[in-house]
């Protein structure tokens, strides 16, 4: 199969990473490095990719970026799942061609954490978009998308795998096109009023609104849902004058049309617009300044 680079580099964490990783090595005669992003190193990414003679890479990012900066072979640097921006000096380099992977359907929820910003804002569909890298974070020319549905269900967590597998069977369908240098890409469309997400934001700065109907509050509860991991921290709620945090969430449907809101011992419960909200393991953590 014709080929444009001498070598790939993919920088990122996760499956997903390694899953691309792997593909490239399999299909194609040229060296793969991996440059893992996780803050320790990762076992599942180093042995696996130790397996199937991808060279890994942990280490200062700073280091590793200089490492990038210096090849003089032509680079196919993918960005899987990258919480790092990749320097200009590296962008600029004759010899690379960048390509990232992004979870959601672009110019839409640019950004950090795309999969509960489209979960909170009750987007009916979700998807993630391959495209070319440039110094503005998210604004490159699109190469494929491909659209994940979103349904009353779906968080953060789940949303996320099913981008992943989009994301890779995109990524499959590309790979000879980009690798032989023929791949067409089409600039962004111009939308107004989309908001950048950074790191720092969270779907409404953490708290959950009892004014919302049962179906926003169902959807704030799974945009935070990232099963184990809490990239936003704990959620809180207002309720007399305090501040609480809870351990278990559950939604269910009811037969419940017009809206109530009761707390029993430790349950907070929510019900109307057919659904049940219940709230386990509330937890006062402190008075709030602007009682609820």
């Given at each position: 199969?014709?080929?444009?680079?001498?070598?790939?580099?993919?920088?990122?964490?996760?499956k997903?990473?390694?899953?691309?990783?792997?593909?490239i090595?399999?299909?194609?005669?040229?060296?793969?490095?991996?440059?893992?992003?996780?803050?320790?190193?990762?076992?599942?990414?180093?042995?696996?990719?130790?397996?199937?003679?991808?060279?890994?890479?942990?280490?200062?990012?700073?280091?590793?970026?200089?490492?990038?900066?210096?090849?003089?072979?032509?680079?196919?640097?993918l960005s899987?799942?990258?919480?790092?921006?990749?320097?200009?000096?590296?962008?600029?380099?004759?010899g690379?061609?960048?390509?990232?992977?992004?979870?959601s359907?672009l110019?839409?929820h640019p950004?950090?954490?795309?999969?509960?910003?489209?979960?909170?804002?009750?987007d009916?569909?979700?998807?993630?978009?391959?495209?070319f890298?440039?110094?503005k974070?998210?604004?490159?020319?699109?190469?494929?998308?491909?659209?994940?549905?979103?349904?009353?269900r779906?968080t953060?967590?789940?949303?996320l795998?099913?981008?992943?597998?989009a994301?890779?069977?995109?990524f499959?369908?590309i790979?000879?096109?980009?690798?032989?240098?023929?791949?067409?890409a089409?600039?962004?469309?111009q939308?107004?009023?989309?908001?950048?997400?950074?790191?720092?934001?969270?779907?409404?700065?953490g708290?959950?609104?009892?004014?919302?109907?049962?179906?926003k509050?169902s959807?704030?509860?799974r945009?935070?849902?990232?099963f184990?991991?809490?990239?936003?921290?704990?959620?809180?709620?207002k309720?007399?004058?305090?501040?609480?945090?809870?351990k278990?969430?559950?939604?269910?449907?009811?037969?419940?049309?017009?809206?109530?809101?009761?707390?029993?011992?430790?349950k907070?419960?929510?019900?109307?617009?057919?659904?049940?909200?219940v709230?386990?393991?509330?937890?006062?953590?402190?008075?709030c300044?602007?009682?609820?």
């Amino acid at each position: 199969m014709e080929q444009k680079y001498n070598k790939a580099i993919i920088i990122g964490l996760g499956k997903i990473a390694f899953r691309c990783a792997e593909k490239i090595k399999r299909s194609f005669s040229i060296e793969v490095e991996l440059f893992d992003v996780n803050d320790e190193p990762s076992r599942f990414l180093s042995s696996n990719a130790d397996k199937c003679n991808i060279k890994y890479l942990f280490g200062d990012k700073q280091e590793v970026f200089d490492l990038i900066e210096k090849e003089e072979s032509a680079v196919l640097l993918l960005s899987v799942y990258n919480p790092l921006i990749i320097p200009a000096n590296i962008l600029d380099k004759p010899g690379i061609t960048a390509v990232n992977l992004h979870h959601s359907l672009l110019p839409f929820h640019p950004g950090m954490y795309s999969e509960a910003w489209a979960v909170f804002e009750q987007d009916e569909y979700s998807g993630i978009t391959w495209h070319f890298v440039t110094p503005k974070i998210d604004a490159g020319d699109i190469i494929i998308q491909k659209k994940v549905p979103i349904n009353d269900r779906t968080t953060s967590y789940s949303l996320l795998y099913d981008m992943n597998e989009a994301a890779y069977k995109a990524f499959e369908e590309i790979l000879p096109a980009i690798m032989n240098g023929s791949i067409k890409a089409f600039r962004q469309p111009q939308t107004a009023n989309i908001s950048f997400h950074y790191k720092k934001d969270k779907p409404n700065n953490g708290i959950l609104d009892l004014s919302w109907d049962t179906r926003k509050i169902s959807s704030f509860l799974r945009a935070y849902d990232y099963f184990a991991a809490a990239p936003f921290g704990s959620p809180t709620v207002k309720w007399n004058g305090e501040m609480y945090t809870w351990k278990k969430y559950k939604i269910t449907p009811c037969d419940t049309a017009s809206k109530k809101i009761s707390v029993a011992g430790q349950k907070l419960i929510a019900e109307g617009s057919g659904l049940k909200i219940v709230l386990t393991g509330l937890e006062s953590c402190g008075t709030c300044s602007d009682p609820a």
